[in-house]
């Protein structure tokens, strides 16, 4: 069964600060999702991760994927207020064709960023 | 807005009762997911279609049921509610092809009373 590990689940930081999210998972897989959700929202993706080494950013955000650790990096950089919300990485390691199967998430991080 | 659209957003309903939670997915999307949210369960994959057809399923009880149409819209079937089915279920689509972004919508909140 696949385990899809966060860490850290709580973070309060203060803004300015910068700091990184892990997660670890438990099979191969080359496509690692991340996404970010307001309280009682829906969830915002973020970035598709789908080879080793891949790298992403989006303005302060920056995500990595190494499959060969089975570790993704959710990084952040000079945290804002705005960025509070909690952030998921999903695996997808479907091995069908025509169509992601089911994502399994991490339990995702609670991001607090005080001003 | 991500393009998925789900109705109702919120729902209240007695125990033993069913409901039925809608989904349209975004224009040119073939694949529908259903997931679940709870604070206990966290985000947990119930059931995928595509193009009609089931594709995969998840920890999806057998009081649950879902269909996907010819128009591609989507259905969630809850049956017998229990308390614990209190949860916001959210439905997401993408193109099908495995490397694509996956959109979620706003989600209905189901209070089971």
């Known amino acids: 069964e696949l385990k899809v590990e966060q860490n850290p689940l709580f973070l309060s930081m203060q803004e300015g600060k910068n700091y990184t999210i892990y997660c670890n998972y438990s099979?191969?897989?080359?496509?690692l999702y991340w996404y970010r959700q307001d309280p009682g929202k829906s969830l915002e993706s973020l970035f598709v991760?789908?080879?080793?080494?891949a790298v992403k950013q989006e303005g302060r955000l920056m995500a990595s994927l190494d499959t060969k650790a089975r570790l993704s990096t959710l990084h952040i950089t000079a945290a804002v207020h705005d960025l509070s919300a909690t952030y998921f990485c999903?695996?997808?390691?479907?091995?069908?064709?025509?169509?992601?199967?089911?994502?399994?998430f991490g339990k995702g991080t609670h991001l607090i960023i005080q001003p | 807005d991500s393009g998925v659209t789900q109705t109702p957003k919120h729902l209240i309903t007695a125990t033993g009762q069913r409901v039925t939670l809608r989904c349209s997915p975004r224009?040119?999307?073939?694949?529908v997911y259903w997931y679940q949210q709870s604070l206990d369960q966290g985000l947990q994959f119930l059931i995928q279609?595509?193009?009609?057809?089931?594709?995969a399923k998840g920890n999806i009880l057998e009081r649950f049921s879902a269909q996907q149409f010819p128009d591609l819209h989507s259905e969630l079937n809850l049956s017998s509610l229990e308390l614990g089915d209190s949860a916001l279920y959210f439905c997401?689509?993408?193109?099908?092809?495995?490397?694509?972004?996956?959109?979620f919508g706003e989600g209905s909140w189901l209070t089971v009373v």
């Open positions: 099979t191969t897989s080359d496509r």
């Open positions: 279609y595509y193009n009609g057809e089931e594709r």
């Open positions: 999903a695996v997808d390691v479907s091995s069908s064709g025509g169509g992601a199967d089911g994502l399994t």
């Open positions: 991760l789908l080879s080793n080494g």
């Open positions: 224009s040119g999307d073939l694949s």
């Open positions: 997401a689509s993408s193109v099908g092809n495995r490397r694509n972004t996956i959109y």
